[in-house]
Nanobody
Framework: QVQLVESGGGLVQAGGSLTLSCTVS????????MGWFRQPPGKEREFVAA?????????RYAYSVEGRFSISKDNTKNTLFLQMKNLQPEDTAVYYC?????????????????WGQGAQVTVSS
């Protein structure tokens, strides 16, 4: 059974930085594509970033975060990261770590098989 646990959320002022972590238990972390999604208050869940399985050579970002957010992973520690810089109030959301059985980085919610419980990120103006 695959379990995902996020950590690192919190409150930050606009222009600040945060790094989210997601620890994954279970088998085959290395081969799985992983992603981050977020759900702003009162809105639908949306794609943030994804990284391909194995070496993670492919990364994908939502337009709204490109250049500010960076996704990475440590295969030796079964951990996924999302480094967030220059945070803005519109980045306020619950952030979800996700994993899929395929190694291809995807941007659709339906492509992901496993989900964490979510981590709150609040950016004050």
């Amino acid at each position: 059974q695959v379990q995902l646990v996020e950590s690192g959320g919190g409150l930050v002022q606009a222009g600040g930085s945060l790094t989210l972590s997601c620890t994954v238990s279970g088998r085959a972390f290395n081969s799985r594509a992983m992603g981050w999604f977020r759900q702003p208050p009162g809105k639908e869940r949306e794609f943030v970033a994804a990284i391909s399985g194995w070496s993670g050579f492919e990364t994908r970002y939502a337009y709204s975060v490109e250049g500010r957010f960076s996704i990475s992973k440590d295969n030796t520690k079964n951990t996924l990261f999302l480094q967030m810089k220059n945070l803005q109030p519109e980045d306020t959301a619950v952030y979800y770590c996700s994993g899929r059985k395929s190694p291809e980085a995807g941007s659709e919610i339906s492509e992901y098989d496993y989900w964490g419980q979510g981590a709150q990120v609040t950016v004050s103006s």
